[in-house]
């Protein structure tokens, strides 16, 4: 039997936030025995806002703690697995720490968390300087702000929402507003439920469908088996497992 090439295209990681533990080698050990053999990388929430005070204001310190979370990734290269760091990009819209580095960007909020400055006009710059690379933005936001995103902030971004819209405000309610149909729009499969996953093929197609595990959340092999037992043909599989997420790579801009 062949082996399948399967990248994990959403992990969370980092080190200063110790708990749940999210560590390079945790996610190495959590993997272990699996055919999994690259991951893009997200630095933790917790370590680039305060996710309990809806109204936080950013700080010099949450800066440097930014600045260190999306720097870490930086550093797994080479590391026994291929690694593809994203960008956390938060209120600073600091795109200017973007490097040839990064495969990704991401983006997120749920409703009860600190906004993000959609009018501020460095939020418009940061959406120039993500177009002109080219990178994908896993988007987790609450439904209105998912849907301005996709059509008023950033429209022709490539923008992969996760869980298939688990947490931005569900995946029929995302279904009802148009959303999967645009095709710049992906979807992972992370802790998504089964059902979700098997309407989304049906009705979309599987080619901008991303395998995803939402470590430490989620376990990288249980969330690999819950693809496998889908009964899906194995090109779709290879797709779903990796080919996407390495179209989607193909297309980013270097050097600029
Ligand atoms: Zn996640």
């Known amino acids: 039997m062949h082996t399948m090439r399967v990248i994990d295209s959403h992990a969370h990681c980092g080190i200063q936030e110790p708990y749940p533990p999210q560590a390079f080698e945790d996610y190495l050990a959590a993997i272990r025995k699996s055919p999994i053999s690259g991951v893009a990388l997200f630095p933790p929430v917790a370590e680039i806002y305060d996710r309990h005070d809806p109204f936080f204001t950013d700080t ?4 440097e703690s930014r600045k ?6 930086t550093t797994l290269k080479n590391r026994e697995i291929d690694v593809f760091p994203y960008f956390f990009i938060w209120n600073d819209f600091a795109v200017d720490q973007l490097s040839d580095n990064h495969y990704g960007i991401k983006w ?10 959609y009018d501020d006009p460095a939020c418009q710059a940061a959406v120039q300087a993500i177009r002109k690379r080219n990178l994908p933005v ?8 998912t849907i301005r995103f996709v059509e008023t902030i950033a429209p022709g971004l490539t923008v992969i929402i996760p869980h298939l819209g688990m947490l931005n405000g569900g995946y029929h309610r995302l279904a009802s507003a148009g959303i999967w149909e645009n095709p710049n729009v992906w979807a992972d499969t992370a802790l998504a439920p089964a059902r979700d996953i098997t309407e989304y093929i049906d009705q979309y197609g599987h080619h901008r469908l991303l395998f995803g595990s939402d470590f430490p959340f989620g376990h990288p092999p249980s969330e690999l088996s819950k693809i496998r037992r889908l009964s899906l043909a194995d090109t779709e599989m290879k797709d779903i ?3 996407n997420l390495m179209r989607l790579y193909e297309q980013i801009q270097r050097g600029i």
């Open 60 to 63: 010099p310190s949450w800066r």
């Open 68 to 73: 260190t979370a999306n720097h870490y990734l």
């Open 108 to 117: 997120h909020r749920h409703d009860d968390e600190p906004r993000y400055n």
């Open 138 to 145: 896993v988007l987790e936001e609450e439904l209105e702000n």
């Open 241 to 243: 497992f990796a080919n």
